[in-house]
């Protein structure tokens, strides 16, 4: 197994700059320069409920709206993460939470399997949390997903708040990747008959 479970990665196009540092083995640490406030209070709460810690200094034309530099964090932030878990060995692999927000109820379940998926079960109230397009959140998941190479669902039980929603989306998130990314002593090699993941 890696010792230092952590990840840099750089991401440059003409719509956006990001410089993003990921930590699976952190204390919940966020250094966040993201020209997105909604995006930077969600990766803060993934943050500090993961228990990870991660710096992204992220900039793009967000004078034409948020969705490249949402979209193109997503992607960053799977990288990172798929680089910072290594071979894997050891790691639980799966992880799930189902978390309550005030009136919401949100599952998310995780499966660092290698198979990117996203499994996209939720409706958004409303379109606009402030000035950020809700839709983006979709986005961000779903590259995610397919930069990380894991499974991915998430579901929406009830809810009327869409901030509510989206805010029990990014902790539950983070609950069960923290679960899916701890290393179980009793497991020898990668959870997985085919010897690899």
Known sequence: MTNTRKANISRKTRETDIELEFSIDGEGKANLDVQVPFVSHMLELFTKHGLFDLTVNGKGDVEVDDHHLTEDIGIVLGQALREALGDKYGIKRYGSMTLPMDETLVTVAVDLSDRPHLEWRAELPKGRVGTFDTENV????????????????????????????????????????DEATQVDPRIKGVPSTKGSL
């Open 138 to 177: 979709h986005e961000f998941f779903w590259k995610l997903a397919v930069e990380a190479r894991m499974n991915l669902h998430i579901v929406l039980h009830h809810g009327h708040n869409t901030h509510h929603i989206i805010e029990a989306m990014f902790k539950a998130f983070a609950r069960a990747l």
